[in-house]
């Protein structure tokens, strides 16, 4: 079992910054891909960025040049560091982690006002 904790969302007007930060529990299952994702009110859950173990990364369309994702892996932490927000970025975001299984934090809210 990895139990994942988030923090860092939050209220930032158009254009601002925000830094999420997911720290996963200690396992005795290897931690793989760490991962963000978001879903705004009525619309499907959807990827933002994923890095894997050795560091390599993918981003959403939407979201690429503006946020950047990164791990430690000492600290089984995963960080998403969101620049030049947009109202259309409002949404809960949630961590994902793949170990034995896939693991899903409680979500933390990014509003971003116009």
């Known amino acids: 079992q990895v139990q994942l904790v988030e923090s860092g969302g939050g209220l930032v007007q158009a254009g601002g910054s925000l830094r999420l930060s997911c720290v996963a529990s200690?396992?005795?299952?290897?931690?793989?891909?760490m991962g963000w994702y978001r879903q705004a009110p009525g619309k499907q859950r959807e990827l933002v960025a994923t890095?894997?173990?050795?560091?390599?990364?993918n981003y959403a369309d939407s979201v690429k040049g503006r946020f950047t994702i990164s791990r430690d892996n000492a600290k089984n932490t995963v960080y998403l560091q969101m620049n030049s927000l947009k109202p259309e970025d409002t949404a809960v975001y949630y961590c994902?982690?793949?170990?034995?299984?896939?693991?899903w934090g409680q979500g933390t809210q990014v509003t971003v006002s116009s």
């Open positions: 994902n982690v793949r170990a034995n299984y896939a693991y």
């Open positions: 890095i894997t173990s050795g560091g390599s990364t």
């Open positions: 200690r396992s005795r299952f290897s931690i793989n891909t």
